[in-house]
């Protein structure tokens, strides 16, 4: 398994930006199998929770985005996405995609993909 994040950028304060992730070397009744996720992890910060969801939608967020973020997925792309509004400095980190299933014993990390926010 492997999974490419991308979709970062430079964005002003308010603005929206939308993260995609792709899962490769997967077959889709692998993919259902999994909880996909996104993390953040700021400079000098730990890696934090954003989101995650489950292959049949249900979706739980970290306090500090709820309301803001989006997160969605497509099994037929075996493709998992945040949509990100309402942009705040504080928002500024690299955000990881991330799959996991307690079913193959498997936690898989992709490279991350950098958000900045100005004020």
């Known amino acids: 398994v492997q ?3 991308f979709g970062g950028g430079l964005v002003q304060a308010g603005g929206s930006l939308r993260l995609s ?5 997967m077959i ?3 993919f ?6 996104w993390y ?3 400079p000098g ?3 934090e929770l954003v989101a995650t969801i489950e292959s049949g939608g249900s979706a739980n967020y970290a306090d500090s985005v709820k309301g803001r973020f989006t997160i969605s997925r497509d ?3 075996k493709m998992v996405y945040l949509q990100m509004n309402s942009l705040k400095p504080e928002d ?3 955000y990881y995609c991330n799959a996991r299933s307690i079913t193959r014993d498997d936690d898989v990390w992709g490279q991350g993909t950098l958000v900045t926010v100005s004020s």
């Open 45 to 47: 910060k730990e890696r």
């Open 3 to 5: 999974l490419q994040a």
């Open 32 to 37: 259902v199998m999994y909880t996909m996720g």
């Open 75 to 77: 099994n037929s792309k």
């Open 28 to 30: 889709f009744s692998a």
């Open 92 to 94: 500024t980190a690299f």
């Open 40 to 42: 953040r992890q700021a």
């Open 21 to 25: 992730c792709r899962a490769s070397r």
